[in-house]
């Protein structure tokens, strides 16, 4: 009788193996600062009460810095603000939030089926919470996280990392997450501020372009600093390792290339600091008069 020889399977090929493990979807999370859901004064108290509470944004003592903004500076500002609000606002209702929906829609159109992208607010809503909760339920392999502000400041970029860092802390499984802290010399972004400023000096001729930039505490510089580099001033003529995350100088060279995309002279533009919530901060300011700015 002979025996029966055992059945023998082929080993796998690599092909084979690769086969068995399906493709794996990347998040994308986009985080603007936000908006009120109305501008009715009272979303907007709501609104700025998480907003100018912030830590990162008005960086004093929670003691001092909860009283002083919910019970004396936002019951005055509310009001005030929420006459511009109405004043922007549209059919579609805040400007930044439908803005950034499309934004989302754009981009999830333009990476394909292997990206998830999902969009959320610093303050109120769609809360950046959320927008995780879309990415952790798509069981995305890694999560890009970016902030939608060209320049890194703590106030705003440095705010969105803590707060997404925050909420996933408590997830049982954390993915891989990377995140984008500025894009302030991208060639991408750079050329599309020249696009957007040539077709509007193909129009009329300017005497002088503002290049305009929301101001910041120049204490926020120094804090940034451990190296005391910074000197408000030559510093930022130049962007090395030592200022690369110094928001005044990443505005500077930010505007040193829109200015040469646009064929710009050194003195046919200036760079100024705008929106000052307290004193002493970056500076040149910007004078409503644009002739003096």
């Given at each position: 009788?002979?025996?029966v020889?055992?059945?023998?399977?082929?080993?796998?090929?690599?092909?084979?193996?690769?086969?068995?493990?399906?493709?794996?979807?990347i998040?994308?999370?986009?985080?603007?600062?936000?908006?009120?859901d109305?501008?009715?004064?009272?979303?907007?108290?709501?609104?700025?009460?998480?907003?100018?509470?912030?830590?990162?944004?008005v960086?004093?003592p929670?003691?001092i810095?909860?009283?002083?903004?919910?019970?004396?500076?936002?019951?005055?500002r509310?009001?005030?603000?929420?006459?511009?609000?109405?004043?922007?606002?549209?059919?579609?209702?805040?400007?930044?939030?439908?803005?950034?929906?499309?934004?989302?829609a754009?981009?999830?159109?333009?990476?394909?089926?292997?990206?998830?992208v999902a969009?959320?607010?610093?303050?109120?809503?769609?809360?950046?919470?959320?927008?995780?909760?879309?990415?952790?339920a798509?069981?995305?392999?890694?999560?890009?996280?970016?902030?939608?502000?060209?320049q890194?400041?703590?106030?705003s970029?440095?705010?969105?990392?803590?707060?997404?860092?925050?909420?996933?802390?408590?997830?049982w499984?954390?993915?891989?997450?990377?995140?984008?802290?500025?894009?302030?010399t991208?060639?991408?972004?750079?050329?599309?501020?020249?696009?957007?400023?040539?077709?509007?000096?193909?129009?009329?001729?300017?005497?002088?372009?503002?290049?305009?930039?929301?101001?910041?505490?120049?204490?926020?510089?120094?804090?940034?600093?451990?190296?005391?580099?910074?000197?408000?001033?030559?510093?930022?003529?130049?962007?090395?390792?030592?200022?690369?995350?110094?928001?005044?100088?990443?505005?500077?060279?930010?505007?040193?290339?829109?200015?040469?995309?646009?064929?710009?002279?050194?003195?046919?533009?200036?760079?100024?600091?705008?929106?000052?919530?307290?004193?002493?901060?970056?500076?040149?300011?910007?004078?409503p008069?644009?002739?003096?700015?």
């Amino acid at each position: 009788m002979n025996p029966v020889a055992p059945e023998t399977t082929a080993a796998p090929t690599p092909a084979a193996a690769a086969a068995t493990i399906t493709a794996r979807r990347i998040g994308i999370l986009l985080v603007n600062l936000g908006t009120p859901d109305s501008p009715e004064t009272s979303d907007v108290r709501r609104y700025l009460n998480e907003f100018l509470t912030d830590g990162r944004v008005v960086d004093m003592p929670a003691a001092i810095r909860y009283p002083l903004f919910q019970g004396l500076v936002v019951p005055l500002r509310a009001p005030k603000s929420a006459k511009i609000y109405k004043e922007l606002w549209t059919d579609r209702g805040s400007p930044l939030l439908f803005h950034g929906l499309d934004l989302k829609a754009k981009v999830q159109e333009a990476l394909g089926d292997g990206y998830v992208v999902a969009f959320g607010m610093r303050y109120q809503k769609p809360s950046i919470a959320k927008a995780l909760e879309e990415l952790r339920a798509a069981a995305v392999e890694r999560i890009v996280v970016l902030p939608l502000f060209p320049q890194y400041a703590s106030a705003s970029t440095g705010s969105v990392q803590e707060k997404v860092m925050a909420l996933v802390k408590d997830w049982w499984i954390v993915p891989s997450i990377n995140f984008i802290s500025q894009f302030a010399t991208e060639p991408g972004f750079i050329a599309s501020i020249v696009a957007r400023g040539r077709a509007e000096m193909d129009k009329q001729p300017y005497d002088h372009v503002v290049l305009s930039y929301h101001g910041i505490p120049e204490r926020h510089v120094k804090k940034g600093d451990p190296t005391n580099y910074c000197r408000f001033g030559s510093c930022c003529d130049t962007l090395t390792d030592q200022n690369q995350y110094c928001y005044r100088a990443q505005c500077f060279a930010t505007s040193r290339l829109i200015a040469a995309g646009l064929g710009l002279k050194p003195e046919q533009y200036t760079v100024s600091f705008q929106s000052r919530l307290q004193s002493a901060c970056a500076t040149p300011g910007c004078n409503p008069t644009p002739t003096k700015c």
